[in-house]
């Protein structure tokens, strides 16, 4: 079984936190956030921030927190990983997300305090919404610094050796060890018939009998993607965050939406709907034709429109909208140049968007039509 782990045919379902986590959490948000401190539109921004106030609320500032909240959530939890995590504070709230936010903020607060970017603390509101929006990318890079350095089967390998005092490798016979993929699953799928027989819990020996097929016929002939899942749509929306908040710092943008407007024919702004169909085309070329992945169209939108391409364009646009519009970085009293200046990021959250949604591949759980068709009967049966 640990060989077979090790080759990547099996996973522990589970995923363990540990200190090197945290310090894992630590280097991704150094590297993300650093970046950022030298902009000074994270001044501008900042004072959106608390300035936008409800009943002496600052709204954008809780609502930006919030929003780190579900993306750090989204991309630690939903993301593709499917694996439980053993550490739960409070029986609901994972430790790893608590982890990861905590290093992330204390990083961006330090950087922010020793590069003077904070004012020396002397409006400490005014601080922390300028952190704040430091912590936004460093969270990003916290979870990601987290998950990409993940390496479980090392965890486990470690724990072995730490609790028993042998290393795990050496005690695996050598004719275990020169087993092809194909011969290792044939001998774990006897096991797994003599482990049905002993062990009272079959689906759990079932889920590891199905996920080692699937892994080897993953080795064997890539992967393939043709469900449209829940989780695609939250691998989109964590992808849009990543390619996007580097630009919402950037003045060009105003330049480069007031190009979109400045040419038009009659009333009809031509850059600003060229751009769009590229986007379009961009998402539509870069998931089914020159992508990394394998992917199909599956149960199309009126029999021809790729589900995948509209929840992407869908997804990256609001993504960007509401970034924007939380950071202060359009003026709804002119709608068209808002979306002119959305559209400018919606171009790059779109590739992110795409490449988040396609590189973890085929997703775990239900195919979200199908999930859309339970809603509907649990709503018919509740009437």
Do not use: C
């Amino acid at each position: 079984m640990l060989e077979a782990h090790e080759r990547g045919l099996i996973d522990s379902g589970v995923r363990h936190l540990s200190a090197r986590d945290a310090a894992e959490a630590f280097v991704g948000s150094v590297i993300f956030a650093s970046p950022l401190l030298v902009e000074d539109g994270i001044f501008d921004i900042g004072d959106y921030l608390f300035e936008v106030t409800f009943a002496g609320a600052p709204v954008f500032l809780i609502a930006n927190t919030l929003f780190v909240v579900l993306m750090t959530y989204a991309l630690l939890g939903w993301t593709g990983q499917n694996r439980d995590e053993t550490a739960i504070l409070f029986g609901v709230v994972p430790a790893r997300l608590v982890m990861t936010l905590g290093v992330s903020f204390l990083v961006a607060a330090v950087l922010m305090t020793v590069w003077g970017r904070v004012g020396g603390w002397e409006s400490p509101l005014e601080a922390l919404a300028r952190i704040n929006v430091i912590w936004t990318v460093g969270s990003l890079g916290a979870a990601l610094g987290d998950i990409l350095a993940d390496d479980d089967t090392q965890e486990i390998a470690s724990h072995h050796t730490a609790t028993t005092g042998r290393a795990v490798g050496p005690e695996r016979p050598e004719a275990i060890q020169r087993l092809t993929d194909g011969a290792l699953v044939d001998a774990l799928q006897r096991e797994f018939d003599d482990l049905g027989s002993a062990f009272g819990d079959r689906q759990e020996v079932e889920r590891l009998r199905e996920q080692t097929v699937d892994a080897a016929l993953d080795d064997g002939f890539g992967d393939r993607i043709q469900k449209y899942t829940s989780r695609d749509v939250a691998e989109a929306f964590v992808g849009s965050i990543f390619f996007a908040i580097p630009f919402l710092v950037e003045d060009g943008v105003f330049d480069v939406a007031e190009f979109f407007l400045s040419f038009q024919v009659g009333s009809f702004p031509v850059f600003f709907f060229v751009n769009t169909v590229f986007v379009l085309a961009m998402i539509l070329a870069l998931v089914y034709w020159a992508g990394p992945q394998d992917v199909q169209i599956n149960r199309p939108i009126l029999g021809f429109i790729p589900r995948r391409v509209v929840g992407i364009a869908l997804v990256s646009f609001l993504t960007a909208g509401a970034l924007m519009t939380m950071w202060g970085r359009v003026e709804w009293s002119e709608p068209v140049v808002a979306l002119a200046r959305i559209s400018v990021v919606w171009t790059v959250a779109s590739f992110g968007a795409s490449l988040g949604d396609i590189l973890p591949g085929e997703s775990s759980g239900d195919d979200i039509n199908d999930d859309l068709v339970a809603l509907g009967n649990q709503d018919d049966h509740g009437e």
